[in-house]
């Protein structure tokens, strides 16, 4: 009875130590450890370099840009947008992650249009696919690497927007105060600028800051940092 006990043991002992084999995945364990080069917005660095893939981990960011140009007015949700990975991504340890010229698809899934007073157009995306030179399509997640998660224009087109009302009307300022200095007498040419041009350059700052903010307009080739929501898993490539 005692030797059939035994046995027991040793085979449900076995089974178990075939089971865990199993179930760890052995040929294709984590083998190093690498990191990815920190971007400003990046919260992770961490690689896991496995047997037959590699994983960027989780808070990653890394750039692509616009295959094609962009136009927030021309746009809708649900629309497709098509990026490129523009130069070939490696680990700080010099091991190939994503190839030069992959793909990365996103779909538009919110546009905020332009709104008074001088609030610009926002554009949210999902990236959802990386598609490698080979043709291999790989699920991912990743949003804009801002701070609310969109795209829109800088802040130096806001401030070359509100420069370019401000001039312009200060412009026309200036052309009034003159107009109005020479009526009277020709002398008084300098006070008409002198209340002209601020009065213009006033009025033209106001304007600005209450019409509407600008449209998000993106030329091909125009880069967008993008980080990474959930680990992305890509296959071994070829050097």
Known sequence: MKRLVILSCIILTLAGLSAAAEDCGCPDDAIAYE???CEKCSTCDKVIIKNLENI????????????CKFWSECAKAGDKVNFSVPEAIYT???TLLIPACSKVVATVIR??????????ARVYLNFECLILPDGTAITMNA???TKDSSLKEGPWHTAGKLLSWTLGLGIVGAGAGTGFAFIPNPAKLGVGYAIGIPV???VGLITGLITPGLKYH????EAV???????????????
């Open 218 to 221: 993106a030329k091909a080739g």
């Open 92 to 94: 700080r340890e010099g």
């Open 111 to 120: 546009i905020e249009k332009q709104r008074i007073p001088n609030k610009n």
């Open 225 to 239: 940092m993008i980080i990474l929501c959930d680990d992305l898993c890509i296959k071994k490539q070829c050097e």
């Open 35 to 37: 990191h990815m080069f």
């Open 200 to 202: 213009g350059t006033s």
């Open 56 to 67: 960027i981990c989780k808070g990653n960011a890394f750039k692509i840009v616009f295959d």
């Open 143 to 145: 949003k804009p690497c």
